[in-house]
């Protein structure tokens, strides 16, 4: 069984810009929630993913934004880069249903914006 | 939304020593997830414990939905503990979504 992939591992980038982070469910799983986790504090809530439609959103400005493949892996975009948009993106998957909701995460993606 | 408070923020042990770190959260819960971060950022799964208790060798853990908390025990310890321990519990947001909302973390530091 295959875990839950992210890429790329590290990321810098400068004010303005824009980045395309990456995530793939593990095996058996179509449902891939996004958090930030900016140093110190735990991971927070961006928006969830499920049969290629986003379903849920905390509180993040429009420029996040994502999508859901066919074979449930998912993106995360974020426009207009800003500075305290440096922080460790985790990607999670998790199975619908009325059982298996417990999420398992990927590696993380840390990115640094200049 | 959920608020989730965990304490204590930081603790340090001696190796050997038993730990006993608590998750309270301000509203009912559909579950409850501990995490153990490690330096590099991996959020590895310890427990899925929406009421109960549950065992995985050394570690152990008892969720009292009712009155709103949950406990991890570490017994033991290893300098392998250190790192961050994470609280979330999982709230339904309506339309089929579900978010997990964390607390801030205990960071524990086992020494030699």
């Known amino acids: 069984e295959t875990g839950v992939t992210q890429s790329p591992t590290h990321l810098i980038k400068t004010r303005g810009q824009q980045v395309t982070l990456r995530c793939s469910s593990q095996?058996?799983?179509?449902?891939v929630s996004w958090y930030q986790q900016a140093l110190g504090q735990g991971p927070q809530f961006i928006f969830q993913?499920?049969?290629?439609?986003?379903?849920g959103r905390g509180n993040f400005p429009p420029r996040f934004s994502g999508l859901q493949f066919p074979n449930y892996s998912s993106e995360l975009n974020v426009n207009a880069l800003e500075l305290d948009d440096s922080a460790l993106y985790l990607c999670?998957?998790?199975?619908?249903?009325?059982?298996?909701?417990?999420?398992?995460f990927g590696p993380g993606t840390r990115l640094t914006v200049l | 939304g959920i608020q989730v408070e965990q304490s204590p923020p930081d603790l340090i042990l001696q190796e050997g020593a038993n730990s006993t770190l608590r998750c309270n959260f301000s509203?009912?819960?559909?579950?409850l997830q501990w995490f153990h971060q490690n330096p590099w950022g991996q959020l590895i799964n310890l427990f899925y414990i929406p009421s109960g208790t549950k065992q995985n060798g050394r570690l152990s853990a008892t969720t009292v939905a009712t009155e709103r908390y949950s406990l991890l025990y570490i017994s033991s310890s290893q300098t392998t503990d250190s790192g961050v321990y994470f609280c979330?519990?999982?709230?339904?947001?309506?339309?089929?979504?579900?978010?997990?909302?964390f607390g801030k973390g205990t960071k524990l530091s086992v020494i030699p």
């Open positions: 993913y499920y049969r290629e439609e986003e379903n």
């Open positions: 979330a519990a999982r709230e339904f947001t309506g339309a089929g979504s579900y978010q997990l909302t």
């Open positions: 095996s058996g799983h179509n449902t």
């Open positions: 509203d009912s819960v559909n579950n």
């Open positions: 999670a998957s998790s199975s619908g249903g009325a059982v298996g909701y417990e999420q398992f």
